[in-house]
């Protein structure tokens, strides 16, 4: 891991770019005496680590004593897109304009975006702990697909927040059964681009025991900011 800059907010959160090889990352770290515990941090179907609104999150996370990270996928962000990615995305745009069905070509899209992050996920995840600064549990709070997936085959995630607005693949939504870690998980009731009732049948067929349904009226993007702060007492009470 190789940092490329810092900063220091002005609520005494320190921000870093880093580069893992091929993956760009960012690293939010509060004040503290002690190592803090990790969160996670992914922004739905892979829309890059610089979004505002991942920013935000991150920083009120960090500023709550807490480190966060959050990378940029393969092909999106600031890193090279393939001629697959790049046709999968005019077809979606293409299907939009027209009104067409989207789930088969987010299937195709999604699916091997996937079965990519998250190994990377878990490398970032491995030189992340080795930093004298940051000390599990680790928690992760963003995109479904990819957190099912980490969640499932990652023993270190010990507590998972979801958005439900983010196509999740067939493989994942079985894969859903696997994973037994508590999770809070969010859901636009009014969400015109994720049908409501696959959302609720998704919950249903997460495996834990301790899972809670948090759901607001609204769009896509109108999730309320107090559910960012109940995010950090969700993270308080199973990573702390």
């Not at 962000?77 to 745009?93: F, K, T, V």
């Not at 088969?104 to 079965?115: A, C, N, R, T």
């Not at 969640?151 to 010990?158: C, F, K, L, Q």
Request: glycine residues 10%; aromatic residues 8%.
């Amino acid at each position: 891991m190789r940092f490329t800059s810092e900063e220091r907010l002005d609520d005494g959160v320190r921000v870093r770019e880093f580069t893992l090889g091929e993956i760009p990352g960012t690293l939010w770290t509060p004040e503290a005496d002690a190592p803090a515990p990790l969160v996670l941090m992914a922004h739905n179907n892979g829309l890059p680590k610089s979004a505002d609104r991942l920013v935000a999150r991150a920083r009120h996370t960090a500023a709550n004593g807490y480190a966060v990270a959050a990378i940029d996928a393969p092909g999106c962000g600031d890193r090279p897109r393939s001629a697959a990615d790049e046709q999968a995305r005019a077809d979606l745009r293409r299907a939009v304009q027209a009104g067409e069905p989207v789930d088969e070509i987010f299937e195709s899209f999604i699916g091997p975006l996937v079965e990519k992050a998250v190994p990377e996920w878990r490398t970032t995840l491995d030189a992340l702990l080795a930093l004298p600064e940051i000390d599990g549990p680790v928690g992760y709070s963003g995109w479904t697909a990819v957190g099912i997936h980490l969640a499932a085959v990652e023993p270190r995630i010990a507590a998972a927040g979801l958005f439900a607005g983010g196509y999740v693949p067939r493989a994942q939504r079985e894969e859903a059964r696997q994973v037994t870690v508590p999770l809070l998980f969010l859901l636009q009731w009014d969400d015109e681009g994720n049908p409501r009732q696959r959302a609720l049948d998704l919950f249903d067929a997460f495996g834990t025991k301790e899972k809670t349904l948090h759901a607001n009226t609204g769009g896509h993007t109108g999730t309320p900011w107090f559910e960012v702060e109940d995010g950090v007492r969700f993270f308080d009470r199973h990573l702390k």
